[in-house]
């Protein structure tokens, strides 16, 4: 069993649609970005690769690249999902926090776990979800932007590793 983590940040931009999870949440801004800025997909992408020791998401989708410009973050999960099943790892699980004052992610979670579930071909007993604030307090609180943690346990089943 191998485990890795993720974290990204992404700040707040006015006129771009808040996609979260793979989900478009109603909000009166979103994230910036070159991709959708999907800062959850982003830290679970992250851990997955770490997990992999297979670098982060810069290294294969780098920021300066045009190709990735409006990327659709569920689309480089998918890519993700099918490297690490390409190298022989299964997921076993993954968690993931999102840090935000607002909005209000609660509702949401249910659909984010489906799409992730979907994207990486696992159950969604293997994905939880979950969000919280920081009561006010650093940028999250002053509603600058959103923060992602993530956590995955992965299992190669090609080897005993
Ligand atoms: N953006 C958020 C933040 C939190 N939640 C939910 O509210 C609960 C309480 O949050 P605290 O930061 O006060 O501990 C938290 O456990 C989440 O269930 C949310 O939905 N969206
Ligand atoms: C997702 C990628 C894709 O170019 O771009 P951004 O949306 O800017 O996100 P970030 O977490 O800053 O960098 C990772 C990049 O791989």
Redesign the pocket.
């Known amino acids: 069993m191998r485990v890795g983590m993720g974290y990204d940040v992404h700040k707040f931009q006015q006129g771009r649609p808040l996609i979260l999870g793979g989900i478009a949440i109603p909000y009166e801004k979103g994230l910036m970005g070159h991709s959708d800025a999907d800062v959850l997909l982003h830290a679970i992408k992250d851990a997955l690769l770490g997990a992999a020791a297979l670098g982060d998401i810069g290294k294969h989708f780098p920021d300066t690249d045009p190709a990735y410009k409006g990327a659709d973050s569920m689309e480089l999960l998918v890519h993700v999902g099918k490297l690490l099943n390409r190298e022989g790892y299964q997921v076993n699980n993954i968690d993931g926090t999102?840090?935000?004052?607002?909005?209000?992610?609660?509702?949401y979670?249910p659909e984010m776990v489906r799409s992730i579930a979907k994207a990486l071909a696992i159950s969604e007993g293997q994905i939880n979800i979950?969000?919280?604030?920081?009561?006010g307090l650093g940028f999250e609180g002053r509603k600058e932007g959103i923060a992602s943690m993530a956590i995955a346990s992965i299992e190669n089943i090609q080897s005993s590793s």
């Open positions: 999102l840090i935000a004052e607002k909005p209000k992610m609660a509702p979670i979950k969000a919280t604030t920081t009561e």
